[in-house]
């Protein structure tokens, strides 16, 4: 199935295949805008279309080198092989993935700026509603959460340009300024994700080899809040943060919040 969703959020696709299995049926296309989960970034969820029907895609499976649909068999409309469908992603949950993941890849930056180029990403989580990023690392101070949290929001103003390139591994197998996870094989191709500098020319502060979506410019992401900072494990801290609608979400819980133990008090 090729992978259209860098660019778009929906697109005409022939149905390849057809399997029902736990009340679900499985819908295998040529194409889709569809992410998968992988890497770190939730999959995507919306919808697929026949004609004037329309039902709800649950969840999206990475099926060797196939993308099948999960969607109820008793709401979906009689498919068969050579359908032609179109398939729509939710596009303000979609938004909201790629802002949480550009802003992961710039808080990875921070990182090195403010604590240590040493503090290497152990795992990550990129979701709608927030961000999860593991590094190693000793504990922050508070002042090093502010300063991260400053210099994170500052490139967010800065509203910098978000670009990705394609092209072969073994021109960037070597070079230090674009962080990539030497225990993970790659294939012959990868693609580097870049922020800041000139689109496509690997200039960027922040260039990371990272095969997920993300947004066009950094100003999209809208306002980034570090939410908690701790110990996962021995020598590894886990950063859970928020950005755009789900950083005011968590602002204004957090105000409500002080406001209510004030009223107690």
């Given at each position: ?22 009340g679900l049926r499985f819908v295998i296309t040529d194409q889709t805008p569809f992410y998968a989960e ?111 949290e400053a210099r994170v929001n500052d490139r967010i103003t800065a509203g910098d340009p978000v670009s ?102």
């Amino acid at each position: 199935t090729a992978f259209v969703g860098f660019d778009h959020v929906e697109c005409r696709a022939t149905v390849l295949e057809i399997h029902d299995q736990d009340g679900l049926r499985f819908v295998i296309t040529d194409q889709t805008p569809f992410y998968a989960e992988m890497g770190g970034q939730v999959g995507d969820c919306g919808h697929l279309l026949v004609g004037d029907r329309m039902v709800e895609v649950q969840s999206v499976q990475q099926v060797g080198g196939a993308r099948a649909h999960a969607v109820d068999a008793t709401a979906a409309a009689p498919l068969q092989p050579g359908d032609q469908v179109m398939l729509r992603v939710a596009k303000a949950r979609r938004r909201m993935i790629e802002a949480h993941h550009t802003a992961t890849h710039l808080l990875h930056w921070a990182l090195h700026e403010v604590v240590s180029p040493d503090a290497a990403q152990q795992g990550s989580l990129v979701d709608h509603d927030r961000l999860r990023f593991d590094f190693s690392s000793a504990a922050l101070t508070r002042r090093q959460i502010e300063e991260i949290e400053a210099r994170v929001n500052d490139r967010i103003t800065a509203g910098d340009p978000v670009s990705w390139t394609e092209l072969p591994h073994a021109e960037v197998k070597g070079r230090t300024d674009v962080m990539q996870f030497f225990g993970d094989k790659y294939g012959s191709t990868v693609r580097v994700v870049q922020i800041g500098g000139t689109p496509g020319t690997l200039d960027g502060y922040s260039m990371e080899l990272c095969g997920g979506t993300h947004v066009r410019g950094t100003g999209e992401i809208g306002l980034f809040k570090i939410g908690s900072e701790g110990a996962i494990a021995a020598g590894v801290r886990r950063i859970e943060a928020f950005c755009g609608e789900a950083a005011w979400a968590h602002l204004t819980s957090r105000t409500d919040h002080l406001l209510k133990d004030g009223e107690a008090a």
